[in-house]
């Protein structure tokens, strides 16, 4: 049999699978629209709610709409009973895991699991976005020996999240800094995580299948871990001036630089500009300036990777700032989910609106008709 020629694009780089309206990416000029509307303006003047609303519906909302939105996120805060003995068999698993499987079981409980309209995925949306935090929270407390907390409806989506998490309201500053890394968070294009949650939708499975899937895609290092891992890493640099040493000895035995490098953005992450300014103020208040002043030193060392399109990513600022609000370093890659449920709605409502199933091909090259042998005859 002749060997067929075909072209192969491994890790699916620079292949366009479909069209979308959600966001758009120029990765040589560091430019992030989420529905038009560029990330710098959302990250200054919109909340969560807004953006999330914005995300999921394709145009800002008016504040009759938003209001409408913002109750309906805190009347789908509270989980049943079951998903919160769920949660308390298997806290001894990463919050990643528990997220996953909670996510999976409140299929369970809502009342349009199997409807794929778009109107039905838009409200199981709304309900997982609102959901999450609530799961975090109650297993980061779980574990601790404590009380999940019920959540509390006078504060907003952030708030309230940290309320859920310390058992005690957040300065309005701290909210805002969550708020705000719930906002850069919000919808990415089809990254590994989007990507994986439209492999689902695209066999019709429904949007808990599909989130399920991009919470398991999300979890690696490569993607949404790389927060964790930029924190253990300015913690094993420990001082300023250990940083040039560490990061050449790194990239000098092979190792990368969490929070550094893109699929996408060969310029600056537009994303990490906020994130960066936000983790320079909230050290500074919190009196711990020293962590932000080990990641600018990794950025200078880093300097000469610019010229190979290699910039700190959205991941290398947050760990940083969710260390100084207290948040265990375990928690990190569900912050990142808890932003991301909007934007994978987003896309699996793309994905049901236009489907098409996504079945590539792998390229066999193996060998061909080997002849079987009873198992009685194999040395
Ligand atoms: N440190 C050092 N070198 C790097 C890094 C890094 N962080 N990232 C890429 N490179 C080098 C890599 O060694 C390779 O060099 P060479 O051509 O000499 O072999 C070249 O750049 C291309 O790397 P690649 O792995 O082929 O590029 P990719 O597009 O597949 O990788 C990436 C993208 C994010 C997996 C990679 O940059 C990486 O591993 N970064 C660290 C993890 C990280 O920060 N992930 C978060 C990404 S942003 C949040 C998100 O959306 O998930």
């Not at 080990?294 to 399109?309: C, D, N």
Request: charged fraction near 25%; hydrophobic fraction near 40%; proline fraction near 4%.
């Amino acid at each position: 049999m002749t060997e067929r020629k075909v072209q192969l694009h491994r890790g699916l780089r620079e292949v366009y699978i479909d069209r979308t309206t959600s966001s758009f990416i120029d990765g040589d000029e560091g430019k992030l629209l989420y529905r038009g509307y560029n990330i710098h303006e959302l990250a200054q003047n919109s909340t969560f709610e807004e953006t999330a609303f914005l995300v999921m519906n394709g145009h800002l909302p008016t504040q009759a709409e938003l209001d409408a939105f913002d109750t309906e996120l805190k009347n789908s805060r509270a989980l049943p009973a079951e998903i919160l003995d769920i949660i308390r068999l298997t806290r001894n698993s990463h919050p990643m895991d528990v997220l996953r499987t909670a996510v999976s079981a409140l299929s369970a409980y809502d009342p349009d699991t199997e409807d794929n309209s778009t109107e039905a995925t838009l409200r199981k949306g709304i309900r997982l976005t609102a959901q999450a935090p609530t799961i975090v929270a109650a297993h980061a407390r779980i574990r601790d020996g404590k009380e999940a907390l019920d959540p509390d409806p006078e504060l907003s989506h952030a708030a309230n999240f940290l309320y859920m998490l310390f058992g005690e309201r957040p300065t309005d500053e701290d909210a805002a800094l969550i708020d705000k890394d719930f906002v850069l968070h919000a919808e990415h294009g089809i990254n590994a995580s989007a990507f994986g949650a439209r492999v689902s939708a695209s066999t019709q499975a429904d949007l808990h299948c599909a989130i399920t899937t991009g919470i398991s895609v999300l979890k690696g290092p490569s993607h949404g871990g790389a927060a964790e891992e930029v924190m253990k890493m300015t913690q094993e640099i420990g001082e300023e001036e250990n940083a040039e040493t560490y990061v050449r000895e790194r990239l000098r035995s092979g190792g990368r630089i969490m929070g550094f490098g893109h699929r996408v953005y060969k310029a600056l992450d537009p994303r990490s500009v906020h994130l960066q300014e936000d983790a320079k103020e909230l050290g500074e208040r919190k009196g711990e300036p020293k962590w932000f002043q080990i990641l600018q030193s990794v950025i200078e060392v880093m300097e000469p990777y610019r010229r190979r399109g290699i910039y700190q990513n959205v991941d290398f600022f947050s760990g940083a700032i969710y260390y100084l609000l207290d948040i265990p370093d375990d928690l990190f890659i569900s912050i990142f989910a808890m932003g991301r449920v909007p934007g994978w709605t987003a896309q699996v409502v793309e994905q049901f609106e236009n489907n098409i199933l996504l079945r590539p091909r792998l390229l066999y090259t193996g060998p061909m008709d080997v002849e079987y042998v009873p198992i009685e005859e194999r040395g």
